[in-house]
């Protein structure tokens, strides 16, 4: 079994960044990890998907809300992935999840792991 965590979150005026970590815990070494995904979910609102990057490290699946101002990255050998969050606004104050989907290499099973969230709050 793996946890995904999450760090980063905060409370930030309109216009100020913030990164966000997601890292994988546990059985890393039979976790091989596809696809990372970032989602949100704002008070009231369905969770929405932000961003998304393959194990090459082509991002895709930005929100258009975020195109140009947020940006996904990776690191396939520590397992981990992050979201530059540069020109913050309002509306961006949403928990943030990190998902991640790949093998479970021993069997070949497919996985699909969420972390449990990181808040973000936009104010000034």
């Known amino acids: 079994q793996v946890q995904l965590v999450e760090s980063g979150g905060g409370v930030v005026q309109p216009g100020e960044s913030l990164r966000l970590s997601c890292e994988v815990f546990g059985d890393r070494t039979n976790h091989f990890v596809r696809t990372w995904y970032w989602y949100r979910q704002a008070p009231g609102k369905e969770r929405e998907l932000v961003a998304g990057i393959n194990r090459a490290g082509v991002a895709s699946d930005y929100a258009d809300s975020v195109k140009g101002r947020f940006a996904i990255s990776r690191d396939n050998g520590k397992k981990m992935q992050w979201l530059q969050m540069n020109s913050l606004k309002p509306e961006d104050t949403a928990v943030y999840y990190c998902?991640?989907?790949?093998?479970?290499?021993?069997?070949?099973?497919?996985?699909?792991?969420w972390g449990r969230g990181t808040q973000v709050t936009v104010s000034s």
């Open positions: 998902n991640a989907r790949g093998l479970f290499t021993p069997t070949g099973d497919s996985f699909d792991y």
